[in-house]
């Protein structure tokens, strides 16, 4: 029997064992002793050990952290790394039917985590009972592992790592087919400032957003109002002005986007700030911002105008707020794969302190980036060919960070196919169970050419 064969014989077992695990409403919750990350994710964890131990395969719960079952043999050890748990989902945000009960129609199953990362968590699943079906000799070991925390931190593989290592060869299915072999380092930070003429200003939702609305409590006289409509209009910036006693309350509307593609989106603090200044505000907050980030997306502002042949460096300020006298906005800096962290921060030095205001990066998170001939990605990319055909599909580069980062020798491989949008993160995530069989049997091919390195 072929593998096709083998794969297409588990269908039912795999939408069976995909709905009992989207049943599981696995978004991060309070911690307690024996779930640290709440109920859902360790219920999710301690379902999915319990598929693979009446499997017949050898379980292990790292103390609710995460998982694995693991088969084959010898010193070497091939990781699949996927996650259980998933981001909130609300009937209210356009869901058709409960996103926490899978539901079919025509073939394709919907429901949070059928796609992103649950179905392939199941296909992985699915993909190490057909290994042993087949009886391929292992010279390796071959280890699933299931982790809790990847969509708020990834703290589950931090605890794995710890406890039992890095792999020597791995790949997480929590991005794109035929693979993603360079994610951009990551800076993020804040920026403070002290205004003279704006008495409260606050945008945006989250840091890896570009802010899609910003209001701003602005004294009255300290610019030209017609100067300020005059250059919104021009750009086509949507705006509000609203006059109170001693200030005016400016709105202005902007478009969201994810922070690592901020150039889709049209960021709603920059254009208030580069606004004021076009019309005539002289304000030591205003300067301060302009100078560092204005319009540009680029990093220009900080001296960080970088590129490498897989892209160039991108920055976004998500997140701003009034605190006391001071005003303090988040930075979200993704840097080329092939760019440490260090030269960003080297070419930035001298544009992070002035009388006007700092800038500080806590956060640092180093790029990922494995050349498209090494063994690994390789491997990888030649496993997707072979069973889709398609060898158009180069592997590719992403500003987003997955698994990989937290684990050596290991690079997100499927589970979406190139070109296809399934709603992650999103209302009516969904996937084909076709895709799924399809997956799986990617996986396994991969794992028999990891398996032969
Ligand atoms: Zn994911």
Request: charged share 25%; hydrophobic share 35%.
């Amino acid at each position: 029997m072929n593998v096709k064969t083998m794969v297409i014989g588990y269908r039912n077992e795999l939408v069976e064992r995909l709905g009992k695990l989207v049943a599981i409403k696995s978004v991060e919750g309070e911690p307690a002793p024996d779930a640290p990350f709440g109920p859902g994710p360790r219920d999710a964890l301690h379902a999915a050990l319990e598929m693979l131990k009446n499997d017949g395969f050898k379980t292990v719960n790292l103390d609710n952290y995460i998982g694995y079952a693991e088969v084959g043999e010898g010193d070497q050890l091939i990781g699949v790394i996927g996650h259980l748990d998933v981001v909130p989902a609300f009937k209210e945000d356009g869901w058709k039917t409960d996103p926490f009960q899978m539901h079919e129609k025509d073939g394709i199953l919907y429901g949070r985590g059928v796609d992103d990362d649950k179905g392939a968590v199941v296909a992985s699943m699915i993909a190490l009972k057909v290994l042993r079906d087949l009886n391929i000799p292992l010279k390796k070991r071959i280890r699933l592992i299931m982790g809790t925390n990847e969509e708020t931190g990834s703290k589950c593989l931090e605890h794995y790592v710890e406890k039992e290592g890095h792999v020597d060869y791995g790949f997480t299915p929590d991005g794109d087919f035929p693979g993603v072999h360079g994610e951009k380092g990551m800076l993020g930070g804040f920026f403070h400032s002290k205004s003279q003429n704006i008495l409260e200003i606050s945008g945006g939702t989250a840091k890896n957003v570009v802010c899609a609305k910003c209001t701003a409590r602005v004294v009255k006289n300290t610019y030209s109002s017609k100067k300020l409509s005059d250059w919104f209009n021009n750009l086509s910036i949507e705006f509000d002005v609203e006059e109170l006693d001693d200030a005016n309350r400016i709105t202005v509307y902007g478009k969201a986007a994810h922070a690592s593609t901020p150039e889709l989106g049209i960021n709603a603090i920059s254009c208030l700030l580069v606004g004021l200044k076009e019309a005539g505000m002289q304000d030591p907050f205003v300067e301060f911002y302009c100078s560092h980030f204005g319009l540009p997306t680029d990093g220009s502002g900080l001296n960080a105008k970088l590129e490498d042949e897989f892209g160039v460096l991108t920055l976004n300020i998500g997140v701003i707020e009034t605190n006391g006298d001071e005003i303090t906005g988040s930075i979200d800096v993704r840097s080329p794969v092939t760019i440490s962290t260090k030269t960003v921060l080297k070419a930035m030095k001298d544009r992070l302190t002035d009388p006007n205001g700092t800038i500080e990066f806590p956060t640092v998170v180093e790029p990922l980036f494995f050349p498209a001939d090494s063994q690994l990605v390789s491997s990888l990319v030649d496993a997707y060919a072979e069973v889709t055909g398609d060898t158009e599909t180069k592997p590719m580069t992403m500003g987003g960070g997955t698994y990989a980062k937290g684990i050596h020798n290991t690079i997100a491989f499927g589970c979406s196919f190139p070109g296809k949008d399934y709603h992650i993160h999103d209302a009516n995530e969904f996937v084909g169970i076709d895709e799924l069989l399809l997956q799986t049997e990617i996986y396994v091919n991969a794992l028999i050419k990891l398996n032969e390195i």
